[in-house]
């Protein structure tokens, strides 16, 4: 092959190259130009359990659900229009509210939430010390996917538990922007310091964002408080019906729980306890020591009886 063919070819080469350099560049300014068109996107994370215990910590002065209501369909409002605020040219996905329940069943206020428009309801599970189990996962899962499908650009996450920083981390692998938000500590700290390192930014809302949407429930007053106290065979037997009632809708392995700290209660079942004798016996127990001691005998006993 002679010296002028071989030239010819290496033209021809370039030429090719330089066509095909030409069509990628113009594939790939199409391409930005339909990203620059399309708008970003934002997901709102929440950890009903920390916004319980802050929000009611900071303005009822208590973490008990039962001590307070939430208007969580103004909160989540409110969360949407300070969404709105700070990512301006973003739309909303959609707001995701975690929260635990017994077997994963919704309870009224949970299924009145999931009936929100834009509000999608996660439930994790319940131990026998009301602590929730799997929340977590459930958020790392829900920003691991969305962030990996490119269908979130930012995430508001509304929580404090340093297990969250697994799911801030896969998020941010995927290229997504994580916010961290929190409410008000009524004293020191209430979100991990990991967490807070992890994040892109954070923001606290104070008494005043919370305060319309918190109420304190009126202390219960019952008819039979001028009467004689109930003698403590009746509490106990007050005692055993509750064990009975709450081994039903808890099941063995809650009772599995529990049994190891014999002679003490937790102190949410101990709670719940002493409420459902006082409904009960229409009558507050606080002050009769006694009587309390009576009480937990009593369910102590059933429960054992069924181990």
């Known amino acids: 092959m002679n010296e002028h063919v071989m030239d010819y070819l290496d033209d021809v080469g370039t030429e090719a190259i330089g066509a095909r350099l030409e069509r990628t560049n113009e594939l790939l300014q199409r391409m930005l130009a339909e990203v620059a068109k399309t708008p970003s996107t934002h997901a709102i994370f929440v950890d009903a359990g920390y916004v ?7 303005v009822a002065g208590t ?5 307070f209501d939430l208007d969580a369909e103004g909160l989540i409002e ?49 131990n026998a010390n009301n602590q929730q189990k799997g929340v977590d996962s459930l958020i790392r ?41 929190g409410i008000e500590a009524a004293d020191g700290r209430n979100q991990a310091e990991p967490l807070l390192w992890e994040v ?19 202390v219960t007053t019952y008819e039979n408080e001028g009467a004689p106290p109930p003698s403590r065979e009746e509490v106990r037997f007050v005692g055993a019906q509750i064990a009975a009632m709450w081994l039903v809708e808890r099941g063995r392995e809650a009772m599995a729980e529990v049994l190891p700290g014999h002679p003490y209660l937790p102190g949410p079942v101990d709670q719940d306890l002493l409420i ?3 409904k009960v016996l229409q009558r507050s127990l606080r002050g009769h020591a006694v009587l ?3 009480l ?10 069924q181990y």
Request: hydrophobic share 40%; with cysteine.
């Open 52 to 58: 319980y215990a802050a929000a009611g910590l900071l």
């Open 63 to 67: 973490e008990d659900r039962r001590s």
């Open 78 to 126: 409110a969360f949407i229009d300070k969404a709105r605020t700070i990512f301006a040219d973003s739309r909303l996905l959609r707001v995701y509210w975690y929260d635990g329940a017994r077997r994963r069943i919704h309870t009224p206020e949970q299924q009145s939430i999931a009936g929100l428009p834009d509000v999608k309801v996660r439930l994790g599970n319940l």
């Open 141 to 181: 899962t829900d920003l691991e996917s969305l962030a990996r499908h490119r269908a979130i650009s930012d995430a508001a996450l509304v929580g404090g538990d340093e297990d969250l920083v697994s799911a801030v981390e896969a998020a941010q692998g995927y290229g997504a922007r994580v916010h961290l938000w």
């Open 200 to 218: 892109d930014s954070q923001r606290t809302f104070d008494l005043d964002f919370c305060g319309p949407y918190i109420t304190r429930r009126p």
């Open 276 to 278: 459902e004798a006082e």
């Open 292 to 294: 309390r001691r009576a």
């Open 296 to 305: 937990r005998d009593g369910f102590w006993q059933h429960l054992q009886s």
